[in-house]
């Protein structure tokens, strides 16, 4: 949870964060509706719209800020700020470039290391949720159809997790199995988020191929709900690092954290 913001500040740069998601998963949509590009050549020019969107309003509103974004050179600067915007301006690529609903675009705030407010946008389900989680206030929010589920919510006897439709391990099949649980195949980190915080599923695990810009929207928006997050051994995450490399991520309600944890443990993504 970051240091504290006023509530002038929180206002301003949530109202920032939504709309520029929100505009940005706009114009993604507007792309793929005009039916002139597919495939890879869809994938690169939404991946590219977006983030020379998103780019140039950041630059222009928050000139002092640093940047981390996946379309866009990292530079070594952003590690002397305090602020620090970390977007992805399409999470889900290739859903995206398929066709598909589970993709999205995302907006995060970090202050000093830590998450303080972020918004995901999932443009093709008409959805867009956002999250503060600083040390004044912890609170969320959603645009579009769905109701947020909070953290101390209740988890069923038989668990929803959230896995990646195109590359799913052998560890988190005996993961799932050990919670007699069921999978739930998708698309897109901030997707996959999503379905716990809209109660279609109840855990995510990840063990590799994570960046800061595919979690720390998400991430900020699930902490805000009052979930568990953390990595494959309990850890607490860090934002706005010289390496964006962010392979672990589980997402759980906290009094599953426990089970969660041990059956990782024993499923072997740890060896």
């Known amino acids: 949870m970051s240091q504290s913001m006023s509530t002038e500040e929180v206002e301003r740069d949530l109202a920032f964060a939504i709309a520029a998601a929100r505009s940005a998963g706009a114009r993604a949509q507007s792309l793929r509706a005009a039916e002139r590009w597919e495939g890879r050549m869809l994938a690169d020019i939404g991946d590219q719209a977006c983030d020379g969107y998103l780019q140039g309003i950041l630059q222009g509103r928050y000139p002092e800020d640093g940047i981390l974004s996946e379309e866009t050179a990292d530079s070594p600067r952003r590690l002397e700020k305090a602020r620090t915007w970390i977007i992805d301006p399409l999470d889900g690529t290739r859903e995206y470039s398929q066709l598909r609903h589970d993709w999205a675009v995302h907006v995060a705030l970090t202050i000093s290391g830590e998450t303080a407010l972020a918004a995901v946008a999932l443009p093709a389900q008409d959805l867009l949720l956002w999250g503060v989680s600083t040390a004044g206030s912890c609170r969320a929010g959603i645009e579009g159809p769905g109701e947020l ?10 668990p929803r997790v959230a896995v990646s439709r195109s590359h799913t391990p052998p560890w988190v099949e005996t993961f799932t199995d050990s ?26 695990v990840h063990k590799v ?25 309990g850890e607490e995450h860090r934002y706005n690092q010289a390496d964006p490399k962010n392979h ?16 990782i443990a024993s499923s072997g993504a740890l060896d």
């Open 149 to 158: 589920i909070p953290g101390d919510s209740e988890c069923p006897e038989t």
């Open 179 to 204: 919670l007699a649980g069921t999978m739930v195949p998708e698309g897109s980190a901030g997707n996959k988020v999503s379905l716990l915080l809209l109660g279609k599923a109840d855990i995510y």
């Open 209 to 233: 191929g994570l960046k800061e810009w595919d979690t720390c929207a998400p991430e900020t928006v699930a902490r805000a709900l009052g979930w568990t997050v953390c990595k494959l051994r």
């Open 248 to 263: 672990e991520l589980v997402i759980c309600r906290p009094a599953w954290k426990e089970r969660v944890i041990e059956a």
